[in-house]
C-alpha cells in the first residue's frame, strides 16, 4: 500500500490551495485518512482528518474554518481544500491512512511542500 500526495505550491497570503493524495494497493477494511503538517524546527501536527464515507470531519483549531477535507468519489483519495492561507500554514503536508490498525495512522505519503508568502 502506498499514499502518493500533490497539490503543494507557493502562494501568497490569503490564497488557496488543494492538495490531494490517493492511496493504491489493497486495504482490508474502510479506513479513515487524514492530513499532518511539519514545519522547520517543530514537531509534526495533526491537521485534519475524515472518515472513510466522509461525514465526520475533525480539524485543529488552527485550520478550523479555513481548511476543509474531503473524501473522493473513489474512497481512496483525501483532498484538503486549504483557503485564507497564512505564512504560519507554511510546512510539508503528509497525508496518512488508518489501514489495518484502528485508530492509529499507519501509513504515510511522501509530502509535499506548502509555501504562503507574505
Known amino acids: 500500500v502506498q499514499l502518493q500526495a500533490s497539490g503543494g505550491g507557493l502562494v501568497q497570503t490569503g490564497g488557496s490551495l488543494r492538495l490531494s493524495c490517493e492511496t493504491s494497493g489493497r486495504a482490508n477494511r474502510d479506513y479513515d485518512m487524514g492530513w499532518f503538517r511539519q514545519s522547520p524546527g517543530k514537531e509534526r501536527e495533526f491537521v485534519a482528518q475524515v472518515t472513510w464515507r466522509g461525514r465526520v470531519a475533525s480539524y485543529a483549531d488552527s485550520v478550523k474554518g479555513r481548511f476543509t477535507i474531503s473524501r473522493g468519489r473513489a474512497k481512496n483519495t483525501v483532498n484538503l481544500q486549504m483557503n485564507n492561507l497564512r505564512p504560519e500554514d507554511t510546512a510539508v503536508y503528509y497525508c496518512?491512512?488508518?489501514?489495518?490498525?484502528?485508530?492509529?495512522?499507519?501509513?504515510w505519503g511522501q509530502g509535499t511542500q506548502v509555501t504562503v508568502s507574505s
Open positions: 496518512a491512512a488508518k489501514l489495518f490498525v484502528p485508530n492509529e495512522f499507519t501509513y
